[in-house]
C-alpha cells in the first residue's frame, strides 16, 4: 500500500530520492515506492542524498545531506542563519522560483478544498523587497547551558531551543540595531521575550 511505510525503511537510512514537488511550508516531497519523503532545504527537480530522521503510518521525514544534482533555481542563503533558524524556509531558492512555488500552492488549496478551477486565483504580487522589509520581531531569551550564557534569537528549525543571532535579513535594518541593543543591555531576567518594531 501506498500509505504504509516500505518494511526496508527506517530512521537512520540514507538515500538518493528525487524531489517532486514542494509542500506547502517549504519542505520539499520525494517519495520511495510511493511512499512520500518530505526533505526540508530542497528544490523540485533537485536529487539529494537525505537521511531518514522519523517515520510515520503515512509519511516519513528525512534531513538533507547532500544535493547530488543542483536545481537552476538554487541560490546562496543571504543569511548567515539559513537552515539553523526557522524563520526562514525558501532563502535557497531563487525569488522569482519562489514566487511560482507560492502561486502554485494556493491554486491546488483553492483547486483542492474549495473545488476552485486553478485560474481564479490571480498573479502574485511580488514584494518590492525581499529583505529588510519586516518591522516587527519577536526575540526570546534562553539560558545555553552550554555556552553557560542567555542567548537572544528565534527558535531552530529542528526544535524549540533559540539560536543566537546578531541580525535578521528580513527585518528593517533599524530593528537590527535595536536587536544589538538588546543584546547590550539585557531585560530583566523574567522576561523571556521582548517585541521589537517600527512604526509605520
Known sequence: MEDSVPNHLNAGDRLEIEIIDMAFGGEGVGKLDGFVIFVPFVITGEVALVEITECKKDFARAKLLQILNPSSDRVDPKCQYFGECGGCQYQHIDYKAQQHIKLEQVRNLFQRIGGFKPEVVGDLIPC??????????????????????????????????????ERCEI???????????????PPPRNMQKVVLRMMP
Open 128 to 165: 518590492p523587497m525581499p529583505f529588510s522589509y519586516r518591522n516587527r520581531i519577536m526575540i526570546r531569551r534562553q539560558w545555553d547551558k552550554y555556552q553557560k550564557k542567555a542567548v537572544y534569537g528565534f527558535l531552530r528549525a529542528q526544535d524549540r531551543l533559540v539560536i543566537d543571532l
Open 171 to 185: 527585518a528593517e535594518e533599524a530593528l537590527n540595531e535595536q536587536l544589538l541593543e538588546v543584546r547590550k543591555n
